[in-house]
Structure formats: structure tokens, C-alpha cells
């Protein structure tokens, strides 16, 4: 799969969790990427690490709409009124409205996440368009550098525990820091170097990978772009209503056209459980 | 014209007091040039020069003339010289742009707007140059240091410059890797590329050079007619004391990072006086060995033994220890720390750090960096000192300093294991030599067999 045609996916899904306040719409198009990362995520990719930091964002998008809104009819706990910003009452509704927000946040989150977590940095790079290859060049260089950075953190703690070095208050950790952060600039400064030796922003960039465009490339193209584009029209209609549950708790509504249209995120992963 | 020809050429560092450079005159014009001279000489800023890295990327205040390949370097971007010099750098890790090795390798080319077929012939030409052509589909991140520094070599080949400039290339390669690259050095050459090469291990280089060059106080001389001089060892191995009392011990122990073991069922151990060098192939096995004696890294199956008292552990990357403002407080910092008796000063004039005491560590050059953290960990009579290729980019003097320091080390009763790649410093400095390979630990004797 190419990574541009990725890219058309990921947008789409994106606009779609993002133009809809309607969570039935933001699951379908989460389960949508969740298939496809299990599809065809790399492995070692760092895709459980990626979940459990979107499951958190969920939480506490969740957590800050119920303890902040304080409308809705049906009342799950009151807080005593003296505590700031928190106190007052606790409604199901600003429950259901946060785990909907939750869920919009993650929903997004997963639509972009299989360009990192399916594709390889250099492959993302490699797609962008020629007016952006050089900047691209240099993202791709700079996101190599993250993985020498976390080893040469945990060999600087290291280091510095042989020589005596503990982390008991704050003004231990220069100790380890300073080192990790200099080492960081000096490794950047030297990728930097090593760039401009070998004749980084010359000229025009050629490509030594080439992105191939496949037929099932176009097919997830186009049903993504049919996806969005049908899903935007019915929003603008009033054809896929959202959803809000204030001031007291209701089902969303669900339109079939508009739940088809969030189904067709589904093609990318078809074929590879296929 | 000469490819390269500096006149009277001096340069100073941003906020420097002196010139690095002093008054360079060359003219260089074919074949394979060795640079030598001591750490902090201004071989790296020479080298430099070359590509234009200084003055355009450093800044400073340069004078003077120099020319390339025909062309004003003072005014010629970096980017621009890169289309026919080539520059391999000292540390090999941080020169990959790309994860992958066929790409990296193809970056220069994809910078210069080469075609792809072409691009793909370059890539399998400069990796077969190289010797690593089994490795054109790995990750970057798997490959040893010796591996990463011929991807470095194979990445600037394949752009086929005419003027070739490789920093320390050798410094963290061992016998067969520094083979491998000479080899593709000498190939370049042949094929018409004019080569410098700033080398402490010249000796290595020296007997395919067609030049030697002497870099000092930054200014150039022709080296003796008979090249630069090779330093006798410092200490017989005969000369170690007798090992009295156990200092580290392992017990069947399988050990390596990351639950994927490297080393099996390892007994070894070594005693109070005694300098043990560990010698094997770039990623046999030596860090992790040295991990495993530091209790850094805990062992898979069996068990490791050490004396109670201070461990003093050097790794490979010295920057990895300097965090203080100065040279003087970096050894300060760890007599603190581990409650030692003793000042710097004795440490500072040990390993002929004295005149740079209160310069920042980070602004010296890598091979007094590597004399820093080796003063910093060395600090404070420590009863197990476990360095980790600590010659790395070090001059002969610095060698016989770390080799005295080490002798001082078993004479108090403590004890040593060297990681290294260096035979001279195993000549110098070791008791006993342990090679790794395949997993398992060979103890070699007697000494002068394990150098040859």
C-alpha cells in the first residue's frame, strides 16, 4: 500500500472524527483504524505505546468534561460547592458528553497514527511532494536522531551512577541532564555536518525509493475521498446529525447513508484479513 | 594546481584565545596522505578546511588562502564542495541520515539529482567497494560500529569524489573492519581519488600512504623520513604482578542486552594487580562483558562476584560523563560523589590534562574529551576500573598516560578490564588477554601471541 494513498485515507478519516459530534460516527471510524493497524502495523512499531497514550488523552478528556460541566438533568454526585472550578454537581450527561469527546480525540488520533505505525518514517518522507523533499529530508534525519537520543540517555545514567551519581533531589539530575541534552545538540549539530557533506540542498532531490501507485491504492483513495466527501454533504444537510446530550441524556441519531459512509474507511484492511 | 593547496592559511574558533591554525602551507596532489599529530593539534580542523565545514559552518575567523580541486574554499559553500570531496567523520553513529543501509547510502546521491538507474548502480558499486554488500538491506541501527563505519565510507564513495578526507577513520574498528576499510581506501585511491587521512593509528595507514604529514601546534611538517614514531610499550607483561586475592568473578554466566544473549555460559575471573584486556571483533561481546562485571546489566543465567570497593567505569562515549564547567570540576565532581580522598590536580597532571584544566571538557578535541572522562572515572583510587575502548581517538602520550595510570591502579591492589581494539595499548598495559567470539571467552598466553 503507498503511502500517499495512506495519506488520503488518514485525512479522511481524520475530517471524519473531527466534522461529527455524533460518537457512533467516531467509533466507526475508530474500529476502522484500529483494523488496519492490526492489518498492517509494523511490528516493533511502538503501536502499544501509541494506544495506551491515546487511551489516556480519552480519560482525561473525559474526566475534565465531567468534572467541569456542570449541567444536565440527571446528577451522579455533588462535590461540595467550595472546591474551585470542580465543585458542584456531577451529571450523567457531562459523562456521556466527555466519553464522546474522549472517544472524537482517539478517534482522530488513530486515523493519523497508521502513518507512523504502517508506513516507515523514511516512506513518509519519501511521498511528500518535490517543493517539500528537502524539508522532509531533514525531518526524516532529525526523526532518526530520537532513537540514539533514549540510548544515550540510559547510558548517561549509567555512567553517572558508577561515579557516584543518585537521583535524590531535584538538583541531581544536571548530572545527567546536562550531558543528555548536549550530547543531544552535539549529535544533532554533527547529523548536520554530515548533511551538508554529502551535498544536502544542492538541487533538486532525486529519489532513490519510488512510491508505487497500485490499482488497490486508487481504490482506497477514491473510497476514502467518496467517504468524506458523502459524509460532508450530509452533515452540511442535516443528513448525519450530531449529538448533544445536554440538558438531558438522548441516543444519538444514526443515519445509514452516513454510517456507510464512515464504512468505507474499512477497504485498506480488507484485503490483507482477505 | 595541486588538488589542495593552503598558503599561510590560519583559523581561530569562535571566542578562542589562539589559532588552531598557525600558518598552514600545503600543496598536496595525488595519492593517500597521513595526517598525524597529537590530540587538540588541529588535525580535525585541517580536515575540515577541506569541505569547507570551517569556516562556513563554524563561523570563527579564518585567513590566508585555501584552495580545493581549483576552487576558493573561503568562498565555496560546503554543500557545493560536497559534489567532489568526500568527508567521513569520526564517530560513525551519528553520520546515518537514513535507518536503512541502501538508503544512506543513496543520500548523497538523491542530494545531487541523480537519476535512479544510475543511483542504483553507484549504491551497489560503493557497497561492494566497501565490503558490505550482505548488509544493504539491514537497519543501520544493527550494525556494529566497524559496519556503520564503512556504510559512512561507502555513502561519500558512491557520490565518487576526487578528493576522499576520513577523520580517525580506524578509532573504533577492529583489525578485520580497519582491513576492510583500508582496503577500500586503497581501492579509491587507485582509482584516482586523492585520500587524507587523519589517523592515530597510523601505522596502520602508513604502509599505503604516499605521504606523511605532521600536524603540530596548528602548523604542517613532513613527518621523519621514517614516519611518525611508534611508542615502545610502557609495561611488560611480564612486569604485572601476581594476582593475589579475587577481584571480579563470573560463574557460568549467559549475559546480553535486552534478554538476547551474547555470551554463554562465561567463567571467568580476574585478581587483585591484574590487567585484563578484552580483545574480539566489533560486536563480539566486550561491552556487554563489561556491563556484566559493572552489575549495569544484569547476567541471564549465572552469577557475578566482585570485591566490595568504588568501580570505575569508562564508556564508549565520553561525552556521555562531562556535564561540568570545566576539566578541573569534572574530576572534582567525582572525588565528591564517592567520598574519595585526593585532589584533581594529581589526576590532571596524570594524564597531561594541566593546561586545559579550566577549559569546558565539551570544547576540547574527542581525543582529550576521552582523556577528561578517563581522569573523571579514574579519580579517587578505584579497586575495579572497567574502560571501554578508552584509546579511542587518543595520541601516543595520552596511551602512555592511561598505561601508567593503569600500572598505578594494580600496584594499589586494584584491578582492571580493558574493552579494546588497540594492540598497542594491549602490549602496554595488559596482564592477560581474553578474546571473545561466538559467544564464548578465550584466555590467551602468553602475551606477545595475542598482539601478533
Same mark, same amino acid.
Given at each position: 500500500m503507498s503511502t500517499r494513498s495512506l495519506a488520503v485515507w488518514s485525512a479522511s478519516g481524520l475530517v471524519i472524527a473531527l466534522s461529527t459530534s455524533n460518537p457512533v460516527y467516531r467509533v466507526v471510524v475508530l474500529l476502522c483504524a484500529l483494523n488496519l493497524l492490526l492489518a498492517r502495523g509494523r511490528r516493533g512499531s511502538g503501536a502499544r505505546i501509541l494506544l495506551t497514550g491515546i487511551g489516556i488523552a480519552g480519560l482525561i478528556a473525559t474526566l475534565l468534561t465531567l468534572l467541569l460541566s456542570h449541567t444536565g438533568r440527571h446528577v451522579l454526585v455533588r462535590l461540595p460547592a467550595g472546591i474551585p472550578a470542580i465543585g458542584g454537581p456531577l451529571t450523567l450527561e457531562a459523562l456521556a458528553f466527555g466519553l464522546a469527546t474522549g472517544l472524537g480525540i482517539a478517534a482522530a488520533l488513530l486515523a493519523v497514527a497508521p502513518l507512523t505505525l504502517v508506513s516507515q518514517p523514511h516512506e513518509l518522507v519519501d511521498a511528500l511532494p518535490s517543493p517539500l523533499a528537502r524539508t522532509g529530508a531533514a525531518l526524516g534525519a532529525a526523526l532518526n536522531l530520537i532513537p540514539g537520543t533514549l540510548r544515550s540517555a540510559a547510558e548517561i545514567r549509567e555512567a553517572q551512577r558508577m561515579r557516584g551519581w543518585r537521583a535524590r533531589r531535584v538538583a541531581d539530575w544536571p548530572a545527567v541532564a546536562v550531558p543528555v541534552v548536549l550530547t543531544a545538540i552535539e549529535g544533532s549539530m554533527t547529523l548536520a555536518e554530515a548533511m551538508e557533506s554529502r551535498a544536502y540542498g544542492t538541487s533538486a532531490r532525486t529519489h532513490f525509493s519510488i512510491q508505487r501507485w497500485a490499482p488497490y491504492d486508487t481504490l482506497v483513495s477514491v473510497t476514502a475521498l467518496l467517504g468524506v466527501a458523502g459524509f460532508l454533504a450530509l452533515v452540511a444537510t442535516g443528513g448525519a446529525p450530531g449529538w448533544f446530550p445536554f440538558p438531558a441524556l438522548s441516543a444519538p441519531a444514526i443515519s445509514v447513508p452516513a454510517l456507510l459512509c464512515c464504512a468505507l474507511l474499512v477497504v485498506p484492511s480488507l484485503r490483507v484479513w482477505h | 594546481m595541486p588538488t589542495l593547496s593552503f598558503a599561510r592559511l590560519h583559523y581561530t574558533y569562535p571566542e578562542a584565545a589562539s589559532r588552531a591554525l598557525d600558518g598552514v602551507d600545503l600543496e598536496i596532489d595525488f595519492g593517500l596522505t597521513l595526517l598525524t599529530g597529537a590530540s587538540g593539534s588541529g588535525k580535525s580542523t585541517l580536515l575540515r578546511v577541506c569541505n569547507g565545514l570551517i569556516p562556513h559552518f563554524h563561523g570563527g575567523v579564518i585567513g590566508g588562502s585555501a584552495r580545493v580541486l581549483d576552487r576558493d574554499v573561503i568562498r565555496t559553500p560546503t554543500r557545493e564542495l560536497a559534489r567532489d570531496v568526500g568527508f567521513v567523520f569520526q564517530d560513525p553513529e551519528l553520520q546515518a541520515v537514513y535507518p536503512s543501509v541502501e538508503r544512506d547510502v543513496a543520500f548523497g546521491l538523491e542530494n545531487l539529482g541523480v537519476a535512479r538507474g544510475e543511483m542504483l548502480r553507484r549504491v551497489g558499486d560503493a557497497l561492494e567497494m566497501c565490503g558490505i554488500v550482505h548488509l544493504r538491506s539491514r537497519a543501520v541501527g544493527t550494525l556494529s560500529g566497524g559496519e556503520r563505519q564503512r556504510l559512512a565510507l561507502a555513502g561519500v564513495l558512491a557520490m565518487r569524489p576526487r578528493l576522499l578526507v576520513l577523520d580517525e577513520p580506524l578509532s573504533q574498528l577492529d583489525p578485520e573492519g580497519s582491513a576492510a576499510l583500508l582496503g577500500a581506501l586503497h581501492a579509491a585511491v587507485q582509482g584516482g581519488t586523492m585520500a587524507l587521512v587523519a589517523e592515530h593509528r597510523h601505522h596502520l595507514v602508513l604502509e599505503r600512504a604516499d605521504r606523511c604529514l605532521l600536524m603540530a601546534g596548528g602548523r604542517v611538517t613532513p613527518c621523519a623520513p621514517d614516519g611518525p614514531v611508534q611508542p615502545a610499550p610502557a609495561r611488560a607483561s611480564q612486569d604485572a604482578p601476581a594476582s593475589s586475592e579475587l577481584s571480579w568473578r563470573l560463574h557460568q554466566v549467559t549475559a546480553g542486552p535486552a534478554g538476547v544473549a551474547v555470551l554463554h555460559d562465561l567463567d571467568l575471573a580476574g585478581g587483585t594487580g591484574e590487567?585484563?584486556?578484552?580483545?574480539?571483533?566489533?560486536?563480539?561481546?566486550?561491552?556487554?562483558?563489561?556491563?556484566?562485571?559493572?552489575?549495569?546489566?544484569?547476567?541471564?543465567?549465572?552469577?557475578? $562476584?566482585?570485591?566490595?570497593?568504588?568501580?570505575?567505569?569508562?564508556?564508549?562515549?565520553?561525552?556521555?560523563?562531562?556535564?561540568?564547567?570545566?576539566?578541573?570540576? $569534572?574530576?572534582?565532581?567525582?572525588?565528591?560523589?564517592?567520598?574519595?580522598?585526593?585532589?584533581?590536580?594529581?589526576?590532571?597532571?596524570?594524564?597531561?590534562?594541566?593546561?586545559?584544566?579550566?577549559?569546558?571538557?565539551?570544547?576540547?578535541?574527542?581525543?582529550?574529551?576521552?582523556?577528561?572522562?578517563?581522569?573523571?572515572?579514574?579519580?579517587?583510587?578505584?579497586?575495579?576500573?572497567?574502560?571501554?575502548?578508552?584509546?579511542?581517538?587518543?595520541?601516543?602520550?595520552?596511551?602512555?598516560?592511561?598505561?601508567?595510570?593503569?600500572?598505578?591502579?594494580? $600496584?594499589?591492589?586494584?584491578?582492571?578490564?580493558?574493552?579494546?581494539?588497540?594492540?598497542?595499548l594491549v602490549a602496554a598495559a595488559a596482564t592477560r588477554v581474553v578474546d571473545l567470539g561466538d559467544g564464548v571467552a578465550r584466555v590467551r598466553r602468553p602475551l606477545v601471541e595475542a598482539v601478533r
Open positions: - | 590487567v585484563v584486556a578484552l580483545t574480539g571483533a566489533n560486536g563480539s561481546g566486550k561491552t556487554t562483558l563489561l556491563r556484566t562485571i559493572a552489575g549495569l546489566l544484569p547476567p541471564l543465567a549465572g552469577s557475578v $562476584e566482585r570485591r566490595p570497593g568504588r568501580i570505575a567505569y569508562l564508556p564508549q562515549n565520553p561525552s556521555a560523563l562531562l556535564h561540568r564547567a570545566t576539566v578541573r570540576t $569534572e574530576i572534582d565532581w567525582t572525588l565528591r560523589r564517592t567520598h574519595a580522598a585526593g585532589r584533581a590536580d594529581a589526576m590532571l597532571e596524570e594524564m597531561g590534562l594541566a593546561a586545559v584544566a579550566e577549559r569546558d571538557p565539551r570544547d576540547l578535541s574527542s581525543g582529550q574529551r576521552q582523556r577528561v572522562a578517563l581522569a573523571a572515572v579514574l579519580a579517587g583510587d578505584p579497586s575495579l576500573v572497567l574502560l571501554d575502548e578508552p584509546t579511542r581517538g587518543m595520541d601516543d602520550a595520552a596511551r602512555t598516560a592511561l598505561t601508567a595510570a593503569l600500572a598505578r591502579v594494580a $600496584e594499589r591492589g586494584g584491578s582492571a578490564v580493558l574493552a579494546t581494539h588497540d594492540p598497542q
